[in-house]
């Protein structure tokens, strides 16, 4: 048999979901392998949302800059408050 599980995020912990009988063959390893990547990579709303955004764009110049634009905000933030902070 197979099962289904996830992850609690709150928690970490492997949840039961159910059983699979409608699967005769588990996942393999890489597709296990890549869920935990992205897990631990922490992907929020925003990221995901503007990553879809690039890549339904029917702009040939679409790029998906997202790890370089939000760094280059982060640093725009940090300079807004550095001058709040001197006033």
Known sequence: MIAEIGT??????W???????DKET????NTVLGQLLELG?????????GRMMIAASNS???VDNWKVDYDKMKQQ???HYKKMSES
């Open 15 to 21: 949840r039961f979901k159910c059983l699979r009988e």
């Open 41 to 49: 990579e922490g992907l929020d709303e925003y990221e995901l949302v």
């Open 60 to 62: 040939k110049t679409a």
């Open 26 to 29: 588990p996942n393999h390893i």
């Open 8 to 13: 609690d995020v709150g928690t970490g912990q």
């Open 77 to 79: 933030l940090l300079l």
